[in-house]
């Protein structure tokens, strides 16, 4: 069992929580991720590390309900305990393995959406402990729909919050704000987008054009978190790859967005899993793509 060492709603419908996993918190690093399963019975659910202390051997997990399970996870309190937490799973973020000299040289941009500002906060986060400074946007509906704000400002190079509506920082979609920045003569040799998977789609369309390489972390379409149920599969460039066990990061300009979001719908019925199963044969699963993991 895994402890719950502090529980809270960030804002509605999205929660934080502390876990006590000192296996994990030890191994982890930012863009990973864990499987978290409330009890025996539970569902197992694929959630982004948010924040790892390692002296305290604790992980942070943001989430935001989505479904039964996590509606059920969402009402557990300081003190309660977690059946499972499985990791650290996927590969870490690139950024951590590149050399500190060539990573000192580039300047980078990071955009992130609605709760995708948890996943982007520890790769932010290991930037600044590592002496190199980002710019980061941070875009919601509205104000009351902004987290880790606080935590952002912290670690952030320079941070520019975007309200679609308007009632908090910038007005605005966060790509009204990249181009913004690029007009007003920054230069970015990376930007890293997480979020909604149309915003990442509309962030990759203007890179492209804006000539800025751009990492995004699908994690938004994990289910399974093992390769198994094939969920996850997505197209970039001309492979068939799976967020779970591939990613969740992959070159932004090379996903298929709009393929990935039609499979999203089709999954969500067990004729629509039956028929991409058929179309799709043995890509259909991750791993040795016969598992069976829709049965």
Not at 185 to 197: F, R, S, T
Not at 226 to 232: D, E, F, K, L
Request: with cysteine.
């Amino acid at each position: 069992m895994y402890q719950i060492l502090e529980a809270k709603e960030l804002t509605t419908n999205i929660y934080l929580m502390e876990v006590e996993a000192p296996r994990v918190a030890k191994n982890c690093q930012p863009g990973q991720f864990v499987i978290v399963r409330m009890d025996k019975d539970g569902e197992r659910i694929p959630l982004t590390i948010c924040d790892y202390n390692r002296e305290k051997g604790t992980v942070t997990i943001v989430f935001q309900i989505v479904g039964a399970e996590s509606l059920r996870i969402s009402r557990l309190q300081t003190g309660d305990a977690l059946h499972d937490f499985v990791g650290p799973l996927g590969c870490p973020s690139e950024l951590v393995h590149e050399d500190k000299a060539e990573l000192a040289k580039k300047k980078i941009l990071f955009v992130a959406g609605g709760v995708g500002t948890a996943p982007v906060y520890p790769q932010v986060k290991w930037l600044h402990e590592n002496g190199f400074a980002a710019d980061v946007i941070v875009g919601a509906k509205n104000k009351d729909l902004l987290i880790l704000e606080d935590e952002m400002k912290a670690v952030a190079g320079n941070l520019y919050i975007t309200t679609d509506d308007g009632s908090y920082g910038r007005k605005g979609m966060v790509t009204q704000t990249i181009q913004e920045l690029v007009d007003a003569g920054n230069q970015y040799d990376l930007c890293v987008a997480i979020g909604p998977m149309i915003m990442m789609k509309f962030v990759c369309k203007l890179t492209k054009e804006l000539n800025i390489p751009t990492i995004v972390s699908l994690n938004p379409i994990m289910v399974d978190g093992t390769g198994m149920c094939g969920a996850c599969r997505v197209t970039v460039g001309d492979q068939v790859k799976f967020a779970c066990v591939d990613g969740p990061e992959f070159d932004g300009h090379l996903v298929n967005f709009d393929e990935a979001m039609k499979r999203q719908q089709i999954y969500k019925t067990a004729e629509g899993r039956a028929m991409l199963k058929e179309q799709e044969g043995d890509t259909h699963h991750g791993g040795c793509g016969h598992c069976g993991g829709d049965e």
